[in-house]
């Protein structure tokens, strides 16, 4: 991401997959206007005249998914270069500058070329040197981070982007007065960007990675998770990239992932509140009109294959135990990923969901539950799991019992009319309550539109899950919740180093064994 | 209704020639770009009284049929005795998972979540809230538990144990992640002394009876002493004569609580380290500041929007994020309560740079006034604060919630107009001068998570004592 905020992994995953959203049937249809440029652009428009305001949501149709080994990082680290300006905007000449960016592009390869082959260390100091020289020289053009400034003096809020392993999105909201604007600079970002203080800028990657992942025991045991769970689908490796990767990124590679995937006929873009729409047709064809449609590469072909057995691990950090598990499911349109919504929220949300009763209130076991669904993308296969955190290391045992046990439940049990009732109450209604909000609205229309092919998934969402019968959440229980399908990630106290020798003995009686089978 | 007419950059929109696809040499620059002026109405929410002294902020919204009330409460962590620590967490929660006279605690669970509608209530350290959020069809069922909830709970001693518990498990949690470390003992220090600086052991949330959760719902809870926001799909005259109906009989008290006491002013400029094995070493600096209402405040944001709140545009941000790649997360904070608040400055930098970025942040803190803000700097301040003025006014339930706020924080009805006038008629010579008499880097306290073993350069090069401050385990 670009600026703030801070949050946990455990929620910024829950973004990234994309709310829950439900809806009643009708409520948009007839509100919402598709415009496709000819190059392919579509654009989702929603007049809403609640306050003079503009929410704006651009989804790439590119993500971390899209990488392969050792460019990994590359969709996240081309989101922060394009805050860096075009040709135009974020430097005073462009034909001088560019010049000595050129030069530091050489000298940048260079050096990442030798450190990574363990070149002359004398070579990488004066490399090094040389470098920070052109960056200096560079410095005069640069009028700093002048996207930024022009949008906050013009009103601009929440300007910002995001990357997850299926989109790079890009969003702002301004006042109602600045369409033209954001035409103008949103154009040029996708005509004309300019990576420029491309090394700062990976840099602030690494302590991105650091901050999200390295320092915080929940964004590590995700991550460890998902790496596990998938093995050969690049679901496998985590957005941000693995450290050696993002140490290395190399900008011509970072240039040519921009070059292939940021094509107007890959891009949906959703405009919700105070406009005129014959107005801002005319202004969204005349500046992204121009942009020459491309044809798009094959999307990657690598299959997850089956589960063959039960996968476990074990995170050691410097902080208190966590209990996730989780199992491969497929994607949507697959009327299996409907069911998942609905156990999802059957089992976790609220007080009187099934985890929570259990565990929480009436076991005892654990301080909270959650379950997730669509981790850790939402475009192919993915996973859904369940977390606890154990009211001590010597629940984590119990709580793996009984997040099963429930499991279970699901495959032997039909769910009772009123509980399913309850279910599509809530995902109904928490629909509803993203509609008041044009920032809201318009990131749910660009996400449906991106990732199902049609943000009219929200308006049928609720039909369907009204369709599904109690047997068809059994048979999806007894078909995903198996141990062959089943990946286990806990994570325990490191144990300090004076007390390593006590504790080796115990070391095997402490760790928890094999769940249910 | 208000007018309010945006302070626009520009003129009027030149009428809209079709211009053929722009190549890029005909591209405007957007500074020259002129926009309409904006021109809206703020909305005003109407405020009633009850005889018995709950006030209530009221608008009708019929967009969706939803309806939200939400409540701030005088009361806090602040007001518990000690040795009582964890009093206010703990009825706030239990309040609403304890059940109420009619019903227990699972029951409402059910009832609320059925319908997919909330009622929740929580008490922290400067203040007390309660919020409900039902579908329009559901509000008699939520509304009855809301008010119950806030009336008569039954503190179930069996919920009382749950949320006990669940408490204790946090505060074995304390230490987990280096960012809640830095943030508490940042406050901790900071309000040393003062109530806001109290923190809560698992011996005081042990030792806390039903007994003290009554009393301390009993001495809080009362319609004088809270501000209601309401907001959504009803009528307005409809939805007052229930709210009487539910409420107006509440008795009210003859001792409203009182605010928290002001802090005063003083400060500790000492780095203290709290060692813990992270690659990125934690940083929040600063020293105590002003109350929102202190004539200085709208200076102060222009100051704070300059120095570090305001992302990219902001100084800090700039030199050691995007000049340098030092943090990826990096700014201030400038804000006040009913008390003093604190000036702030925050970052994460890798463990092999920490000095290098205290270093840095103090500089660029000490530039405000050595390198005083040029008129663009300014103005560029001003414009982000002033055009975004609107978004402060993008649904209703904001609008009341917002003004409701104003009243419990004993601010004028008027204070945002005031505000955005404040910060438009803020010059130069006023940032410099806010930032002599309240912003002092030399005497900051700094609070540093991080791994010393690693660090570039020992923190006493900072020129400051460094006091080594223990992980504490709050027993």
Redesign the interface.
Known sequence: MHGDPIRSALLALALALGPAIPLQAGRLEGKVKTHVLKNGMTFLLLERKVSPTLGFYMRFKVGSVDEHAGIGGTAHLLEHMLFKGTHTLGTKDWEAEKVVLAKIDSAGEELDRLKLTGGDAAKIKQLEEDLKKLQDEAKPFVVKDEIDEIYSINGGVGFNATTDQDLTSYMISLPKNRFELWSRIESDRMLHPVLREYYSERDVIEEERRMRVDADPEGTLFEQFQATAFQAHNYHNPTIGWMSEIERLSKQKVEEFRRVYYAPNNVVCAIVGDFDTPVVIELLERYFGPIPSQDLPRPPTVIEPDQLGERRIIVKQDSNPLYLVGFHKPCLPDRADYVFDVINTLLSSGRSSRLYKRLVKEERIAAATDTFSSFPGTRYPNSFGAMAVPMGADKIDACEKSILAELDRLKTELVPAQEFEKVVNKLEAGFLRSLDSNSGLAENLSYFQAVAGDWRYIDQHSEVIRTIKPEEIQEAAKKYFTDKNRTVAIMLKEEAPAAATSSTAATTTTTPGGGAQ | MRKIT?F??LAV?AA?G??A??P?AN?????K?V????D?DLPEPERHELPNGLVIYIMEDR????ISISASIRTGAYLEPEGKEGLAELTGAVMR?GGTEALS??EI??KL?????SAETAIGISEGSASM?V?EKDFETGFTIFADVLRRPRFDPRQIE?RR??ML??I??RN????DIVSREYRRITYKGHPYARISTATSVKSLTRDDMVKFHKDNFHPNNMVLAVSGDFDRKEMLARLEKGLGDWEKTATPNADPAEVPLTYDPTVYLIQ?????T?VRMGHLGVAKGHPDYFALQVLDNIMGS????SRLM?EV?????????V?SSIQGGRVRGTVMAYT???VESTHETIRLMKEVMEGLEKNPPSEKEL??AK??I??????Q???V?QVVSQKANLEFQHLPPDWLEKYRDGIAATKVEDVLRVAREHLHPEKMTVVVVGNPAKFDKELKELGLPVVERPLETFD
């Open positions: 945006e626009a950059l929109l809209g079709v211009q696809q722009a890029e591209l405007v620059h957007p500074s770009m926009f309409e002026p904006l809206f967009e969706l049929p939803l998972t605690g699972d669970d059910e979540e059925f319908v997919a509608a959020s579908l749950l518990n669940q498990e946090a074995k949690r987990d992640q280096p960012g813990k094995e992270i690659p990125q934690n305001n992302g990219f545009i700039r994020r995007s000049n340098r790649g030092l943090a990826y997360s700014g994460q930098t890798k103005q560029v414009d982000s002033l055009n975004s003025f609107v978004f006014f993008t649904s339930e």
